[in-house]
C-alpha cells in the first residue's frame, strides 16, 4: 500500500499538467462540421432520417404499452417528439444549404450571416434562417430526456425499501 501512493501522486501531477497545458497553450475549437461531397452529407443526412424513425418507434411502443400514464416516460415522449421536430428541421436546414443549391450563405463579417436568393425567394430565406435556429428543438428535447430518466430513477428508487432519491 505505502509504494502505491507515489503512483498516484505521479498520476495526478501529470494530469495536472495537462490541464494546465490545454490552459496555457488554447486550441480553437470548431463547432460547425462540413461534409465532404457527396458521400457525408448523405450519410449525415441519412442518419437524421433514421433517428427521426427510431424517435417515431420509440413514441408508437411508448404509447402502445401505456408507460406515457408515468411521468417519466411520459417525460420520455415527449423528448422524442422534440428530436423528430429537431431532426426534420435539422434535415431541411442541411438541404437547403448543402444540397438544393437555390441558396448560397457568406459570413461578410464575424457574427454575420448573409443569405442570398433569387428576389422571388425571399421568404425561402426567412424560412431557412428560422431553420438554421435548430437548437430552439434540440435543447429542450434533451431537457425533456434529462427530466424524464431522473423521474424514473426516483420513482424506482421509492419502490425499493432503503435505497435513497437521486
Not at 119 to 126: R, S
Request: charged fraction near 15%; glycine fraction near 8%.
Amino acid at each position: 500500500m505505502p509504494g502505491q501512493i507515489p503512483i498516484v501522486i505521479r498520476v495526478l501531477s501529470i494530469g495536472t499538467l495537462a490541464v494546465l497545458a490545454c490552459w496555457l497553450l488554447p486550441q480553437p475549437a470548431l463547432a460547425v462540421q462540413e461534409h465532404g461531397h457527396p458521400e457525408g452529407i448523405y450519410s449525415h443526412q441519412g442518419a437524421h432520417l433514421f433517428f427521426t424513425a427510431s424517435m417515431v418507434l420509440l413514441v408508437y411502443w411508448l404509447r402502445q404499452r401505456r408507460l406515457v400514464r408515468e411521468a417519466g416516460w411520459r417525460y420520455i415522449q415527449y423528448a422524442a417528439l422534440f428530436f423528430i421536430l429537431w431532426n426534420i428541421d435539422a434535415f431541411t436546414a442541411h438541404f437547403l444549404d448543402e444540397q438544393a443549391g437555390i441558396l448560397d450563405t457568406a459570413m461578410p463579417a464575424p457574427g454575420k450571416i448573409k443569405i442570398e436568393v433569387d428576389e422571388n425567394l425571399a421568404a425561402l430565406a426567412w424560412f431557412y434562417y428560422i431553420a438554421k435556429l435548430d437548437h430552439l428543438l434540440c435543447v429542450p428535447a434533451m431537457v425533456f430526456l434529462y427530466a424524464g430518466l431522473r423521474r424514473l430513477l426516483k420513482d424506482a428508487g421509492q419502490r425499493r425499501p432503503g435505497v435513497g432519491s437521486p
